[in-house]
């Protein structure tokens, strides 16, 4: 019988995993373009009220918009961040502790 720890690691697992396959789908053929999970799904202390934070990068504001209502539409995300790469990199960049405190991780396509 599995135990609640591993029976929670499985679920994370398999929803990081069709998250992945998503995003994967969505960037295709899409120089740029990258998924960052955010929020309790990445940093792995969710509860089954936890929604999914996506940051959704791309080459210009128009395509980041264009992503983020993909990622959303495809049910991808519950709150997807639009990002241009210069918005990305200048967050990226700087001293926020709440960039910090996010604890990022890529999930970029391929």
């Known amino acids: 019988m599995a135990t ?6 499985e679920r994370r697992r398999e929803r990081l995993q069709a998250l992945q396959q998503g995003a994967d789908a969505l960037v ?5 373009w ?3 999970l955010f929020g309790s799904w990445a940093r792995g202390d969710w509860d089954s009220r936890s929604d999914v934070d ?13 992503f983020a209502d993909g ?33 990022l991780v890529p999930m970029e396509g391929r």
Do not use: K, N
């Open 34 to 36: 990258e998924v960052w």
């Open 71 to 103: 990622l959303l539409s495809a049910c991808l995300g519950d709150d997807v961040i639009a990002l241009d790469a210069a918005q990305w990199h200048d967050r990226r960049g700087s001293d926020d502790p709440h960039l910090d405190a996010i604890r």
């Open 4 to 9: 609640l720890q591993q029976f929670r690691a």
């Open 54 to 66: 996506l940051i959704a990068v791309a080459p210009t504001r128009e395509e980041a918009d264009t």
């Open 28 to 32: 295709a053929g899409r120089p740029g």
